[in-house]
């Protein structure tokens, strides 16, 4: 009678969840309006093109040491264009350990609702931690990509941020690759449990076994091309193409298609997108660790990025051109520095303790998302944002740096990826 009760309740439970339509579209004027032509289907990822064999083993590996950041944007709908941070902070033998923050829009809530003082609601502010073990990294067949539905999350038999080695070494190999995943999309979790429910394998449904683990979906990974495809990506703030291999694969919730880089030492999802997420996702700059962490994860490593020398950053602004700079982050639609940033900003702030005598402007810059005054103000606000963490922080002089602000006028990309717009969001340094 237990599992019985337990049964019918699943099945009011999927009822509801079937039925449910998506959350309302959030009123004219709102944040919803202005992210307006990045939350539908219509935008979806690129045909990248082949990578020759020798651009791919060209490619370096990427090493998952702590100070590694992965930032992934995501494309969901009714939600629209927001992004991830992944920063590893502690590797060892049994386990590697991750700290995830993202900022969603105040649309993914579902309302309008405004506060108190009659403005638009919050964004939605996630920070969570997630262990990975070692163990899984090599061999799991499930990627397990949602996080912070805990504090701290650990989801053994899962990986995140990358796939196992051996599920990259099996598609290598042409084999269908048993494997499942996590579906993005909570809407989808109770579709799919209706049609496990209705299906042919209702009868041998086990709720306390099954439900927990309804958001994973089975299905058979196979290479769809024979060679690597290039993924552009910022790579410590360059524009890289780096060597995905490209797999797919089909149930009852449609295609799903993965991009996954193709370094068997780490794996990373670059990119997928399919309905049975409900969304897209493609990482869109990788923050390699420093030397020093990677001499503590690998002696190979440290020979092989050894080198010294000034930073490109201080070169360039030695020959004065102009430096983009990626790995300053910001909150979801305001001026505020997230602590990931402190990485680069305290390499620019040794820059300018370096070279007593130079003088930097700081400008900002937006993709076209939003109206244009919007986008301009908005780009001021965080070039100030960044010249007050540099005096309050690091002792920089003020009067050694001035900001500006050019909105979405000055794009180096185009604004219909999500690549393009990630790389027209950033801070340019020019010195004076």
Not at 149 to 176: F, N, Y
Not at 180 to 195: D, I, M, T
Not at 258 to 277: E, K, R, T
Request: with cysteine; hydrophobic share 40%; glycine share 8%.
């Amino acid at each position: 009678m237990r599992r019985r009760g337990l049964l019918l309740l699943a099945l009011m439970l999927v009822a509801g969840g079937v039925c449910t339509a998506d959350p309302p579209p959030t009123p004219t004027g709102s944040l919803a309006d202005r992210l307006k032509g990045v939350q539908s289907a219509d935008n979806p990822l690129p045909d990248w093109q082949p990578m020759s064999a020798a651009a791919a083993a060209a490619t370096h590996e990427i090493f998952l040491a702590p100070g590694l950041v992965v930032v992934t944007a995501i494309n969901q709908a009714s939600v629209g264009d927001y992004e991830s941070l992944k920063q590893i902070d502690r590797v060892d033998s049994k386990s590697v350990h991750l700290q995830y923050s993202a900022t969603l829009p105040a649309s993914a809530q579902g309302t309008d609702a405004a506060d108190a003082a009659g403005g638009a609601k919050p964004p939605i502010k996630q920070k969570c931690g997630r262990t990975l073990d070692a163990a899984d990294l090599k061999n799991a067949h499930a990627y397990g990509e949602l996080f912070c539905e805990s504090p701290e999350d650990h989801k053994p038999g899962t990986t995140a941020i990358s796939i196992s080695t051996e599920v990259l070494t099996q598609l290598r190999g042409g084999q269908d690759v048993p494997f499942k995943y996590q579906l993005f999309n909570a809407f989808k979790v109770f579709e799919h449990l209706g049609r496990i429910l209705t299906g042919p394998g209702a009868l041998m449904f086990d709720p306390k076994r099954d439900l927990k683990d309804a958001q994973m979906i089975p299905c058979g990974l196979h290479r769809v091309e024979a060679g690597d495809l290039a993924v552009p990506v910022l790579l410590n703030d360059q524009p890289t193409f780096l060597p995905a291999l490209h797999a797919a694969c089909e149930n009852t919730e449609g295609k799903v298609d993965f991009y996954f880089l193709d370094h068997p030492g780490n794996p990373i999802v670059l990119a997928w997108q399919g309905d049975a997420m409900g969304g897209r996702l493609q990482v869109i700059k990788i923050q390699e660790a420093s030397l020093e962490s990677q001499r503590k994860v690998s002696a190979a490593a440290a020979a092989s990025a050894a080198g010294g020398g000034r930073s490109a950053l201080e070169k360039s602004l030695q020959d004065k051109k102009a430096v983009d700079v990626y790995g300053i982050y910001f909150d979801f639609n305001s001026a505020t520095v997230k602590p990931e940033s402190d990485v680069v900003l305290r390499q620019i702030a040794d820059v300018l303790h370096d070279h007593p005598d130079w003088k930097l402007t700081i400008a900002g810059h937006t993709d076209n998302i939003g109206a244009a005054d919007f986008n301009m103000d908005l780009s001021k606000r965080r070039a100030a944002a960044v010249k007050d963490a540099l005096v309050s922080r690091y002792g920089i002089d003020g009067g050694r740096l001035s900001t500006t602000g050019y909105g979405a006028s000055r794009p180096v990309a185009s604004n219909d990826t999500l690549e393009g717009r990630a790389r027209n969001r950033r801070v340019e340094l020019q010195r004076q």
